[in-house]
């Protein structure tokens, strides 16, 4: 199953630091996404682009899980020659992760 069935995804920049939210469909999806995407399996997915640590923040609340990213964006946005600067691309690959089925 791909992270996208059950959640949806928006990113943040600052520098070369990207903020990625992962916000669960449905609630009670919450525990199976903060059971099965974690900083390491993030950092793994970006294992290609993340220099940096990637830390990871739980909204129970909200449902929504937020990652920070630092050394993701290529040098940041004013140093980077990437097409996706700002790194809102990030959200839709994140979201490309393969979860068990439950």
């Known amino acids: 199953m791909k992270l996208r069935a059950i959640a949806h995804s928006r ?14 469909f449905d609630e ?11 900083a390491e399996r ?4 970006f294992s290609g ?5 990637v830390t990871r923040y ?10 920070v990213l630092t050394g993701a964006l290529g040098g940041g946005v004013t140093r980077s020659l990437a097409i ?7 959200s839709s690959a994140l979201l490309d992760m393969d ?3 439950r």
């Open 58 to 67: 739980e909204l129970p609340s909200i449902g929504a899980l937020n990652f």
């Open 99 to 101: 979860l068990p089925e």
């Open 11 to 24: 990113t943040g920049d600052k520098g070369d630091t990207s903020n990625i939210s992962v916000i669960a």
């Open 42 to 45: 993030v950092r793994q997915h």
């Open 84 to 90: 996706d600067a700002h790194g809102k691309g990030l």
């Open 28 to 38: 009670t999806d919450y525990n199976f996404l903060r059971d099965h995407v974690t």
């Open 49 to 53: 682009i993340v220099t940096g640590e």
